[in-house]
């Protein structure tokens, strides 16, 4: 058992580096689009094969890691390639989907109240993101309304889950049967916490499900050249964080 679980952990290890060399090798490409697009050479054709290509990229990686939860679920909730930064803003094992609409809003210097009579009349605003129309902004919005819902839903889901690890239930299972040493407590308390694990890996696929379909709307919503320049934004931010939270436990473990 213990080396099927070193196993796992490695397999999740190589998945999180892996993944992360590709971040960095899809944004050149995509940073390198948006300079194209910016000199007039703006090919939507390739945009959208562009986007479609790192989409899909997002699909594998969170397929791969619903098959390797499956087996070993505990690591994904703070993972050990991981900053304690990056831990630290955690929502069920990745970023909240929320945020990745949040995100919208900020590149696009989008302030609703400001802007209000402008979006009433059909017209566009700028702002880092490029110009984005009333009508972009308002199924953004709808989006963002539609996602915090289904995040609520999750996040109830996840703290029963969080309770049920101390509540009557595990807790029973894990009860010694006799006095002295019992190694059948232990095969109870194993089989207690699988059960568990399974359903803490069933809330993590639904989270990673709810990401993948938001960041789906997102650039659906967008234009393409919007689009690989958002995608580029939030992989640009993304190491951003990683080498902030690098800093910061470097500096707390000197």
Same mark, same amino acid.
């Given at each position: 058992?213990?080396?099927? +679980?070193?196993?796992?952990? @490695? ?10 060399? *590709? ?24 945009? =959208? ?18 098959? *390797? ?20 803003? *955690? ?10 609409? =949040? ?28 110009? *984005? ?12 309304? +539609? ?87 939030? @992989? ?9 939270? @690098? ?8």
């Amino acid at each position: 058992m213990a080396n099927s +679980k070193n196993t796992d952990r @490695k397999e999740q290890e190589y998945l999180h580096c892996s993944w992360m060399s *590709l971040q960095h090798e899809e944004l050149t490409e995509l940073e390198h689009a948006v300079a194209q697009a910016k000199n007039g050479l703006k090919d939507e054709h390739k945009l =959208r094969q562009l986007i479609q290509k790192t989409v899909n990229h997002f699909q594998d990686y969170t397929n791969n890691r619903t098959l *390797l939860a499956r087996n070993d679920v505990s690591p994904f909730f703070a993972p050990a390639t991981c900053t304690t930064l990056e831990n630290s803003v *955690l929502w069920i094992a990745g970023c909240r989907p929320s945020s990745f609409i =949040r995100f919208t809003y900020a590149l696009s210097g989008m302030d609703v109240e400001s802007h209000i009579s402008d979006f009433l009349e059909g017209k566009r605003i700028g702002g880092d993101l490029g110009e *984005l129309t009333g009508k972009q902004m308002s199924m953004i919005d709808e989006l963002h309304g +539609k996602t915090i819902r289904e995040e609520r839903k999750l996040s109830t889901k996840l703290a029963s889950l969080q309770e049920d690890i101390v509540d009557q239930p595990l807790a029973g299972k894990m009860k010694k049967k006799g006095g002295g040493d019992n190694d059948d407590e232990y095969e109870n308390a194993d089989e207690a916490l699988e059960e568990h694990s399974q359903l803490m890996a069933g809330v993590m696929e639904e989270a990673d499900e709810l990401r993948m379909k938001t960041l789906k709307e997102i650039v659906n919503i967008l234009e393409p050249v919007q689009a690989v320049e958002y995608l580029a934004a939030a @992989k640009r931010i993304r190491f951003c964080v990683q080498q902030w939270g @690098k800093k910061r436990d470097h500096e707390h473990t000197d």
